[in-house]
């Protein structure tokens, strides 16, 4: 349909198309605006109406899509591969991730894009070249714009249009809170505890083999382990990192620390080998002193002590693990460490 087959009546005002001519102060001629072409939507109500509907489609898919990115989130493994022709293997999440995220982007631009090429006000203005600073009455007049401009986009009467975008522009922003969730699982309990256990033995770090008393001479410094992790476990890092241990055997009449003689057996201690300060694994010990030291930022612990810090910067003593002999003769644990191990975190209260 062409603005020749609409009845007068129908067709909106004609603009004005003043054309001005050449002078001595304007030399060139004003050639005046083009012959305006009315847009169906205009003079059809019914092709408003479908455009109405496909701006109305495009939020809606784009509702659809933020929705997806979040199902894409939580259900597809991390580690899930598809084949995407022609471009080959891609990992599933992030190939949904991109997808989604990239569709509801694009059907909120799209969907404003059409709604202001098809329905808005398609009034060709023309506006003298003026300063640059605006006057007051120039902002008053954009204000005044802008006003009309708001009133002509007709939000108020277009309610599905309104509505829809509302919804796509409020639901959008869920993708990137979502997206915080990749920042880590939170940690629970899990720096609470590590693998010890009342009656776990302790099992040397460099024969495999579980320790007796025996084993662990004075002035030594022993690794040992928890019975049961083997470097093959799936989780050997993340439980080593905890669980380590440093045993060594004092004189009990140099040890000072009245809980960690109850702690000892036979004047062998057993310390976290994980630094207070920011987690380095601790690996000389200075027999004629006692000190534990660790070489990363040289924190010194007293091991005859409580392995209270005697110099650097970490922040609280070792945690000592309680042990005691089962009835073969092995060492083993007699629970797990009263407090988390390593360095300090804001759950440590
Ligand atoms: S990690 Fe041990 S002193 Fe810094």
């Known amino acids: 349909m062409s603005s020749q087959d609409i009845p007068e009546e129908n067709l909106p005002a004609e603009q004005d198309a003043t054309v001005a001519v050449a ?12 012959p305006h072409e009315h847009r169906i939507q205009d003079i059809d109500e019914r092709a408003a109406k479908r455009s109405e509907r496909t701006v109305a489609l495009l939020f809606t898919a784009s509702m659809l899509a933020t929705v997806g990115f979040i199902a894409s989130f939580v259900t597809i493994p991390h580690d899930k591969s598809i084949f995407v022709f ?28 059409h709604w202001a090429r098809t329905l808005m006000s398609d009034v060709e203005v023309a506006d003298e070249r003026h300063p640059i600073e605006a006057s007051p009455e120039v902002k008053a007049k954009v204000m005044a714009d802008f006003k009309q401009g708001a009133k002509e986009s007709a939000l108020g009467r277009r309610k599905l249009i309104r509505n829809t975008m509302f919804g796509a522009l409020a639901l959008f922003p869920l993708s990137g809170v979502v997206l915080l969730r990749d920042l880590g699982p939170l940690p629970g309990t899990k720096l609470r505890h590590t693998l010890w256990s009342k009656g776990k033995l302790l099992v040397n770090m460099n024969t495999n083999e579980p320790l007796r008393p025996s084993d662990v001479a004075v002035g030594s410094l022993t690794f040992a382990k928890p019975e049961g992790l083997e470097e093959h476990d799936h989780e050997f890092q993340t439980e080593i990192a905890k669980a380590a241990l440093m045993i060594v055997r004092l004189q009990p009449a140099d040890i000072k620390d009245k809980r960690e003689l109850e702690w000892s057996h036979e004047g062998i201690v057993a310390y976290s080998k994980i630094c207070t300060h920011v987690g380095c694994p601790i690996s000389l010990y200075e027999q004629q002193t006692h000190h534990a030291l660790c070489p ?18 970490a922040g609280h003593a070792l945690p000592q693990l309680r042990i ?14 009263e407090e988390p191990v390593g360095p300090a975190f804001w759950e440590r209260g």
């Open 23 to 34: 002078d001595e102060k304007h030399p060139f001629a004003d050639p005046g605006l083009p």
């Open 324 to 337: 005691g002999v089962n009835d073969e003769g092995y060492l083993e644990a007699l629970g797990d460490f």
């Open 296 to 313: 990363c930022h040289q924190s010194t612990f007293d091991l005859a002590d409580g392995a209270r810090v005697i110099f650097g910067p």
């Open 86 to 113: 022609p471009i080959g293997h891609l990992n599933a999440l992030n190939f949904a991730l991109g997808l989604t995220l990239g569709g509801a982007l694009f059907c909120i631009g799209a969907g404003a894009v």
